[in-house]
């Protein structure tokens, strides 16, 4: 069980955000602009280049790779998340550190269940830790909530555009290429509606530092018969996600009081 030193919790880190910004921004790579207000995350690269055809933006270098500030939105910027929970956990981080205090989290999942097909889109209220990074932040639980300001406003945006979705629970995994029958049988037992990789460590790392966050996905791959159906490239799959990206840029954008 992760941590090996349960302890740990109690202990300040040797590495910290902080440190690592100070570090960069000695060698000159942390960009002398203020900090976001928010971050739409992006998980997908293909999309996140789509979107970035259309709206106007710069982008930053250094130490912050693919971060994007929004011309007609200066509050805003669009950073790609990174694969698996790791990379995610450290991106998120050091925009933290520098001042950026809400996310809102988009990509793609796969679907566990019969009733969440391709191109449908899935908001988070509970993620099932089995990957390794959340374990670091938070002592152990099967399940991580979401933040519940971001993902009730995102719940209401989705409701007041009768935009169709589904609300319920994904599996978080490290193993992208260990999703074994027996799991997915379990899962799909208990309700379980997609599996991804980042989502649970996401939602951790938000409540230690008490960050407003919310995910939500579109439907890209089908695993309900024990097969991997791939649907990456589907139309229906970058309509919705067009749809996620305009109910995100609204729930950065709005009052959380």
Request: aromatic share 10%; with cysteine.
């Amino acid at each position: 069980m992760l941590p090996q030193l349960h302890e740990k919790y109690s202990h300040p880190s040797l590495i910290t955000p902080a440190k690592w910004l100070e570090y960069n921004r000695q060698k000159g790579l942390l960009p002398t602009i203020n900090a976001p207000q928010a971050i739409i995350f992006c998980s997908h690269g293909r999309f996140l280049e789509t979107i970035l055809q259309k709206y106007k933006h710069k982008s930053y270098e250094g130490c912050f790779k693919k971060v994007f500030l929004l011309d007609d939105f200066p509050s805003i910027a669009i950073a790609y998340l990174g694969t698996g929970a790791p990379a995610a956990a450290h991106q998120m981080e050091a925009l933290i550190a520098w001042g950026v205090t809400r996310f809102v989290c988009i990509g793609t999942a796969g679907t566990l269940h019969a009733k969440v097909g391709i191109g449908d889109i899935v908001l988070f209220e509970k993620a099932v830790r089995d990957e390794g990074t959340s374990y670091h932040y938070i002592e152990a639980s099967k399940y991580i909530h979401a933040p519940r300001r971001m993902t009730n406003l995102l719940t209401d945006l989705l409701k007041q555009t009768d935009t169709s979705h589904h609300i319920g629970s994904t599996w978080t995994t490290d193993g992208f290429y260990r999703q074994t029958s027996l799991e997915i049988q379990h899962f799909q037992q208990e309700g379980v509606l997609a599996v991804e990789m980042e989502t649970a460590a996401l939602f951790a790392i938000a409540h230690v530092h008490q960050i407003d966050l919310g995910a939500m996905v579109v439907i890209s791959d089908s695993h309900t018969q024990l097969e991997w159906e791939p649907h990456l490239e589907d139309e229906k799959v970058e309509n919705s996600l067009h749809s996620l990206f305009e109910t995100a840029l609204k729930a950065a954008t709005s009052d959380l009081n």
